[in-house]
């Protein structure tokens, strides 16, 4: 008797549907799987036999093979135990033949027939709902991501026993209870931007690129507080979306790095040491997974010692950072992750990072300086929105015990810009200023005469390229958009220009 289960295969983000058959016939005993299966699938085979035996479940003495189709897609993972599990039982009679679209299964069989989680719950969850089955079976622990799809029916399983039992109708496993889902939080820092003495400009661009989710890049010498002010910037920023953490979620599933809840509340930060390799970065390996440009999707990617990263890693972060989202392409086939990441990024002056210290004398020689500045290209500048000099904290302003300005006036301000921005992009796939393109900003960003001429000016001046231009255009929109005016005036292009300081 030959039987038939639903479940995927995840590739990048996405889930695919594979068919689990199995066929039982005469002949010695042995367990075949077939259909392009990696080393984690073929141990399956041991693990499914110990797990049934465990859970007082005949396992043939003949003749298994299971096909996992389409034959020509590769298959990786230990989710499939369980719908492997399920088709040899339904084979073999021991449970009533059903139509395989009725459910879709997924999870880890541990030896002794309990249910572990497995990554991708939530890229499985839908593909479900677009397939239209009905029900997912899933481990306890993938409940409540599985749950963040509505119009599904998720059934979390402790066992291969318990699962049995769902099917055969004796015990019937209830919905995931909803009500359990966390609210989206903003992010947690052991700092508040409260306790950072002085640097009131450094704290004005980050309020500017928190609002409008700008690019920037703080140089300063060592001790300025620029590692500080990073670690703080995630406390200004608003909370996840729905649609938003619904994205967050699917990534680090993918990745194996949810937390025990199966949530991801908070916008991530990412912090990736400056040895990191291209494929770390951007993600990569026989089975493409997402890298840190994509684990910071929605979030930041803070890469301290900005020029120490080696150049050919940094050149990697041009095409995400223009298009928001990074194609990796490897023998097996290309996958595209999203990557639309706010990237704060922190330097030395010099190799020293004593060049704008009063109290220091730099030692470093023009060549020297001149090595050290062009390991960050030309190009990979122009695509940050603010580049700003965080000088050194004066005595006066150190030793000052009365505390600034908290981080939750700071985010209240940054919210409502971003509750502007939502408004005015409502009917187009966008969500703040730096997702604009050059025509969206012709089309909504609108500028006074004065505004104009002096943008015009800045840009013979300065001779700026033309996406600096509208990249200057994006953020003075940002700042019209914390003072709640719907006009770029003069004065915001002037302020916009002040953050595009030489790298």
């Known amino acids: 008797m030959a039987s038939s289960v639903f479940t995927s295969s995840i590739i990048g983000l996405d889930g695919y549907r594979v068919d689990v058959e199995c066929d039982i016939s005469p002949g010695l005993p042995a367990f075949i799987v077939v259909g392009l299966p990696d080393a984690a699938v073929q141990e399956a ?10 859970s007082d479940l005949p396992f043939p003495r003949t003749k298994v093979t299971i096909n996992l189709a389409p034959a020509d897609l590769r298959k990786a993972g230990t989710h499939f135990d369980l719908p492997i599990a399920i088709a040899v039982l339904t084979a073999h009679g021991d449970l009533p033949p059903r ?49 963040m799809v509505p119009g599904i029916s998720v059934h979390p399983a402790a066992s291969l026993r318990q ?7 004796v015990n019937r496993i209830p919905c995931a209870d909803l ?28 309020e500017v690129a928190a609002a409008g989710n700008h690019n920037i890049l703080m140089q300063g010498p060592p001790g300025s507080g620029k590692t500080l002010l990073a670690r703080t910037f995630s406390t200004i920023l ?46 990569g390996g026989p ?8 684990l910071a999707h929605r979030g930041v990617l803070f890469l301290d010692e900005f020029p120490e990263f080696h150049r050919s890693v940094l050149e990697n972060l041009r095409q995400p950072l223009e298009d928001g989202f990074v194609t990796v392409s490897r ?50 500048i122009d695509r940050i929105d603010l580049v700003i000099d965080v000088p050194k904290v004066p005595t006066e302003k150190l030793v000052d015990l009365a505390p600034g300005e908290p981080s939750a006036a700071v985010r209240g301000r940054v919210q409502s810009a971003r509750d502007r921005q939502t408004e005015r992009y409502r009917d187009l796939n966008i969500l703040t200023n730096a997702e604009l393109t050059s025509d969206h900003v012709r089309r909504f960003v609108a500028q006074s005469e004065e505004s104009r001429l002096l943008l015009k000016k800045a840009v013979d001046a300065f001779r700026l ?18 003072e709640g005016i719907p006009i770029v005036e003069e004065r915001h292009v002037a302020e916009a220009l002040q953050y595009r300081q030489p790298a």
């Open 179 to 206: 009500s359990k889902r966390p609210a989206p939080a903003v992010a947690r820092s052991d700092a508040d931007l409260a306790s950072i003495r002085g640097q009131e400009f450094a704290k004005r661009a980050l």
């Open 99 to 147: 139509d395989p679209t009725e459910a879709m299964f997924i999870g880890e069989l541990a030896l002794d027939g309990h249910l572990r989680p497995v990554p991708g719950a939530l890229s499985t969850a839908l593909l479900v709902k677009q397939l239209g089955i009905r029900e997912l079976i899933v481990p306890e622990g993938n409940a409540n991501e599985a749950a």
């Open 465 to 482: 390229s033309a996406r600096a231009y509208f990249r200057v255009l994006k953020v003075s929109q940002t700042i019209a958009d914390l």
């Open 45 to 54: 085979r041991e693990r499914v036999k110990s797990a049934m035996r465990q």
């Open 238 to 283: 608003p909370s996840l979306a729905y649609e938003e953490a619904l994205d967050v979620t699917r990534i680090h599933s993918v990745a194996g790095l949810l937390p025990r809840d199966g949530f991801v509340t908070e916008r991530p930060f990412r912090s990736p040491h400056h040895t990191a390799s291209g494929i770390a970065l951007v993600g």
């Open 163 to 169: 699962v049995v039992e769902h099917i055969a109708g």
């Open 331 to 380: 023998a097996q086939g290309t996958v595209v992750f999203p990557a639309r990441f706010l990237l704060v990024a922190a330097m030395n002056p010099c190799p020293c990072g004593f060049r704008t210290d009063p109290d220091r004398p730099c030692c470093c020689t023009q060549h020297q300086l001149h090595t050290y500045r062009k390991r960050l290209s030309g190009p990979l």
């Open 287 to 294: 089975i493409p997974k997402p890298g840190e440009i994509s």
